[in-house]
């Protein structure tokens, strides 16, 4: 039989305020234990929380970024539920009349475009953080995550592979990050995937039992988890068992999605109003203000790079992956540089620059203006494309100006003709087996004799003149 | 009038993580009973389109600016805990992996 | 020996310390014999600070010594309900889940009547968590009534009340959230406020159920009433609820002039029920309005019938997720030997907590859970939004709303204990109040023959506590006899 998989991504980001959402400790993470804390995070007694308005307002950035509608009126709600890490044992968050709803996502998967419905988008506060097993079989609890604003985003169950899930993760990454809102660091936690999956029969409208996969710690897990727990549903169902609805985590190490034990009550999280806190009003005026701070956004920057520098679609989806890189292109077009050669620059050396040293865009020492002023050093002859290659490695150890390391280390193509000639002559005569080889119809020794006039020269001749002169002098 | 059972009792003990003895729980049956029967006097009212009172007060969009403030330090953080090692509070094995 | 302040008002202090009479340690001395002296009966105190006291005093008077000018309440001798958050000594809300509990910080209103130069003597018993109408939920003590030891003080600020009453403190501070103030300054005989809902600031006060709850003062009389009204009142940027709404100056609406007040009477509330020694209380009280140039009408509030159970659902939905943070974690008690954590939580909260607050915690957690939410918590939203909109019809006609403050005076202790909702019932003209967030005080409207103390309940418009305490003083200054001290020595 064939069978669908039907997925719904629920995602928690952790939104890069400076500030906690309901007190003023600091987001940072990495702080020394139980530091970044107070009163409020720590639920003692007597304590009230007062909404950031940073959050509320990323929140509903994105919300915006996702094509949802925004509540003009919203609260917050109490969940109810005991865990240590849940400094209250309530969670702040949003029930039934959340931030943000009825959004939609565009991902790309194998060329083709599908529109993911986004259900709604919240915010609530993250919990602390339990390390189990400190010694004795006993847990420590550090609640410096206690109350760092998340929001969650729920989508429709519209992803049926675990490709797309993959492709909706990695879409929805790049957004939240144009919109310069969390991090977006799997691994640290700033962004948290689960994933609902089910299976059916293709043809068949009704859903199968999900499964709730959890503990997805980088994107690459998310592929492999999802996909790992598609097969077991079918496996399952093809041996006649049948799907149980669970929580399952992912294991890495196995590379299987493990059944996690259930609480023993069920899920009754007894939401209500939090009286604590009061609506959230949101007129046109400020969703207006908020709307118009956007920057522009993943996709239309693609469109636009391609309708206006004529790049291909792939070029044009590896230059807006991210904000950074796009920015840093088009500051390098402004200082006066072609797109396409610096396009391929970025892309090519540059980026390889950069993935071998483990930095970002952001932090390249090669000013965008360098890079521009090197695509002028090639194209007005002064430099060889292959002396730019070594030159942009120069200039990315150094940080220094392209003009400025040419004259340093003499690195000006050698375009004298006479000179050149003179070589070529010295070359044609030391040479005397390639040369018959060539004039005999071998071309490939052509190849070796331009290598050494490019070596009598120590790389620098310009080698469409080397070209131009030593076939002109075979040819006597 | 019974209005709720010992299982009822049982299910919201167990929520609001309360252990209760027999005697308890019975004692419980008849007390929180006649409460809620007490309750049903607002099925009396017909409220179908009475919007619900959240708040009392007409107070909309209270917020705070986004600035970081003094935490605590973390003897104090600590100071009333059961049980710490001085950099975390410690709490007994948790059962369920969340 | 020095002089006995200890049955003085907060204005009298005041004057005394203003033109050098006494000093403030002397004073904070005389009520710290004071308590030494009748504490034993009464049993209002869970924590006495003499030495804080007295520091505290010492400040005063030093300042008063560098010639600087003080406050109105500087100096003056306090006694704050356990239910607030205090830096010194331990905040416990009476409750063995708390017991030791120290805050790392100050409530609001702690905070700003230390900046007024306030004396604090110490804690005050409760009921636990503020659960209770006879403060013998306290896990503590049980507190007595001055007028009668055998009789209960009211409560759940049954402490804050008795104290004031016994002279044991000049002023006290307690939280209303159905009656908390109202109905113990009544029992006892003093002068009790609950400010509109978002009036005074609940940062520090530990949350039974946020929607109700208010601070607010116990005094001996109203002009020392609107002092600390002054001084505690405003917007707290710590409490999101709290109003920016501009504070008048209390002291000066105090006028004997009553003359443009309607005051309402709401026919509901003179039923049978209400006992009818108080019934005759309340209405030569109403009369003495009437000489002083007030109208009298009456009003109606047709839903006060469903204010308890209304009152009960949504206070005990919010105080089951505002009591879930006592886990044995952070803070507070926890049970020894626990295997884990499901274990932890289970003894702790047994043990931890008494019988009423595990009734309410379970009550609370019913009506919130999957399939009761909409018919008991969501109908109570909804009746609540009526009984609101009955006091905003009746202040259409009325300035402000005269009732009883409790149906019966004080009862005996032990005498409601083993019937709960029989207990519930007896703060039918309080509740409302709170559900409907407006501001309410009691009076002292005289002894019954049995020599225990009535309460009128004035009710008025939200953020009139001015209009109130005015009517409140013209009735003080008018009523004719002062019902004295109760005979504790
Ligand atoms: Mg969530
Ligand atoms: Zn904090």
Redesign the interface.
């Known amino acids: 039989m064939q069978y669908e998989a039907i997925i719904g991504l629920e995602v928690h980001v952790e939104l890069n305020t400076q500030s906690k959402v309901f007190c003023r400790c600091s987001t940072k993470f990495d702080a020394p234990p139980n530091t970044n804390v107070c009163p409020v995070c720590l639920g003692m007694p007597g304590v009230l929380p007062v909404l950031n308005r940073a959050v509320v307002e990323s929140a509903v950035a994105v919300g915006l970024a996702l094509n949802c509608t925004v509540s003009s009126w919203s609260k917050l709600d109490r969940k109810n539920y005991f865990y240590p890490d849940l400094a209250k044992n309530y969670q702040i968050s949003q029930y039934d009349l959340p931030l943000c709803r009825h959004g939609s996502l565009e991902i790309e998967v194998n060329g083709q475009s599908k529109r993911i419905g986004i259900t709604r988008a919240h915010i609530e506060e993250d919990t602390a953080r339990n390390v189990h097993d400190i010694g004795g079989g006993e847990s420590g609890v550090d609640f410096n995550r206690s109350g760092v604003p998340l929001l969650e985003i729920v989508s429709e169950p519209e992803l049926r592979s675990a490709q797309e899930a993959y492709a909706y993760l990695l879409q929805l990454k790049q957004i939240l990050q144009y919109l310069n809102v969390s991090d977006c660091n799997m691994e640290e936690g700033s962004l948290r995937a689960e994933a609902n999956v089910s299976v059916r029969p293709v043809g068949s409208t009704k859903f199968g039992t999900k499964t709730e996969v959890k503990n997805i710690a980088s994107f690459s897990f998310t592929q492999r988890a999802i996909d790992y727990e598609i097969k077991r549903q079918i496996q399952t169902l093809e041996e006649g068992g049948t799907v149980r609805q669970e929580t399952r985590g992912w294991d890495d190490r196995s590379g299987t999605t493990v059944s996690q034990r259930s609480k023993e009550s069920a899920h009754d999280y007894r939401y209500f109003p939090e009286p604590d806190l009061v609506p959230i009003a949101m007129d046109e005026t400020w969703v207006k203000r908020i709307r118009e701070a956007l920057p522009e956004l993943p996709q239309a920057k693609r469109a636009r790079f391609i309708e206006q520098y004529r790049l291909s679609a792939y070029d044009a989806g590896v230059l807006t992956s991210s904000k950074a890189m796009a920015d840093y292109f088009e500051s390098v077009l402004k200082a006066g540089a072609a797109a396409k050669p610096a396009a391929n620059w970025i892309m090519g050396d540059l980026q390889a620059l950069l993935t071998a040293a483990k930095t970002e865009i952001e932090s390249c020492s090669i000013t965008p203006n360098h890079l521009s002023e090197m695509i002028r050093l090639i194209e007005d002859g002064t430099i060889s494309g292959k002396i730019a290659k070594h030159l942009l490695v120069d200039m990315f150890q150094t940080g220094k100006a392209p003009k400025a390391l040419v004259e340093e280390k003499g690195l000006v193509q050698i375009s004298d003709i006479s000179w050149l000639e003179q070589v070529a002559r010295e070359v044609i005569v030391a040479n005397p087996g390639p040369v018959s080889d060539y004039r005999a119809g071998k071309e490939k020794t052509f190849g070796f004799l331009v290598g050494q006039v490019m070596k009598a020269s120590k790389g620098k001749a310009n080698p469409k003149l080397v070209n131009d002169i030593l076939k002109q002098q075979l040819a006597k | 009038m019974t209005k ?1 059972t010992k299982a ?2 049982e ?10 003895d027999e005697v308890t729980k019975e004692r ?1 049956v008849g ?2 009973s ?3 029967s ?2 049903d ?3 009396e ?1 017909d ?1 179908r389109d ?8 007409p ?16 003897e ?8 710490t ?1 001085g ?12 | 020996m020095a002089r006995d302040w200890s049955s003085a008002t907060g204005h009298e202090i005041h004057d005394a310390l203003h033109h050098g009479t006494a000093t403030a340690s002397d004073i904070t001395q005389s009520f710290l014999r004071r308590i030494e002296a009748v504490d034993g009966k009464v049993r209002a105190y869970v924590d006495i600070w003499k030495d804080h006291a007295l520091k505290q005093a010492e400040n005063v008077d030093s300042r008063l010594k560098r010639g600087q000018t003080i406050g109105p309440l500087a100096g003056v001798p306090f006694a704050i309900k356990d239910v607030l958050c205090t830096k010194h000594g331990h905040t416990t809300c009476c409750s063995r889940i708390l017991k030791g509990y120290r805050s790392p910080f100050d409530a609001t209103v702690i905070e700003r009547l230390e900046q007024a130069g306030v004396v604090f003597l110490g804690k005050v018993n409760m009921d636990e968590f503020a659960m209770g109408s006879s403060t013998e939920n306290s896990s503590v003590q049980v507190t007595r009534n001055p007028w009668d030891l055998k009789c209960v003080p009211g409560g759940s600020s049954g402490g804050s009340a008795a104290a004031v009453v016994a002279d044991e403190c000049v002023a006290s501070l307690g939280s209303d959230t159905g009656g908390s103030i109202r109905q113990p300054a009544a029992l006892c005989g003093c002068v009790g406020m609950k400010p509109t809902y978002g009036r005074v600031s609940r940062y520090g006060l530990v949350a039974f159920a946020s929607s109700l709850d208010q601070i607010g003062p116990f005094t001996k009389d109203v002009e020392d009433l609107a002092l600390v009204m002054n001084v505690i009142s405003g917007r707290d940027e710590r409490d999101s609820t709290s109003a920016d709404i501009p504070v008048p100056n209390y002291s000066q609406a105090l006028r004997d002039d009553i003359s443009d007040i309607t005051v309402g009477l709401p026919k509901e509330y003179y039923t049978d029920a209400l006992n009818p020694e108080m019934r005759q209380k309340i209405e030569s009280a109403v009369k003495i309005l009437e000489a002083r140039g007030a109208k009298v009408i009456e009003v109606s509030l047709p839903h006060t019938e469903y204010a308890i159970a209304v009152y009960y659902i949504i206070c005990t939905a919010e105080a089951s997720a505002n009591l879930a943070r006592f886990d044995g974690v952070r803070y507070g008690y926890r049970a020894p030997k626990v295997a884990d954590v499901q274990e932890m939580y289970a003894k702790t909260k047994t043990d931890g907590y008494g019988r009423e607050v595990q009734r309410r915690i379970l009550l609370g957690t019913y009506v919130l859970s999957s399939g009761y939410y909409d018919a008991y918590y969501l109908k109570a939203q909804k009746v609540r939004a009526l009984i609101r909109k009955d006091f905003e019809e009746a202040f259409q006609k009325c300035n402000v709303i005269a009732t009883p403050t409790s149906p019966t005076p004080a009862f005996e202790i032990g005498a409601k204990t083993a019937d709960p909702l029989e207990m519930y019932l007896s703060d039918i003209y309080t509740i409302s109040v709170n559900l409907a967030g407006i501001p309410g005080l009691s009076v002292p409207c005289g002894l019954t023959q049995s020599g225990l103390p009535s309460g009128l309940q004035l009710l008025g418009k939200p953020f009139d506590e001015a209009t109130l305490m005015r009517v409140a003083y013209a009735y003080e200054k008018n009523r004719g006899f002062d019902i004295g001290k109760p005979p504790l020595t």
Not at chain 2, 50 to 57: D, F, G, K, R, T
Not at chain 2, 87 to 98: G, K
Request: glycine share 2%; proline share 6%; no cysteine.
């Open positions: 709720i009822d009792v299910y919201v003990a167990a929520l609001a993580q309360l252990s209760l419980l007390e929180l006649d409460i809620l007490y309750m006097k607002l099925n009212l409220t009475i919007e619900p009172m959240m708040h009392v007060l107070m909309t969009n209270v917020y705070r600016d986004d600035v970081v403030g003094p935490s605590l330090d973390r104090t953080a600590l100071m009333n805990a059961p049980k090692d950099e975390y509070f410690l709490v007994p094995r948790i059962l369920d992996i969340e």
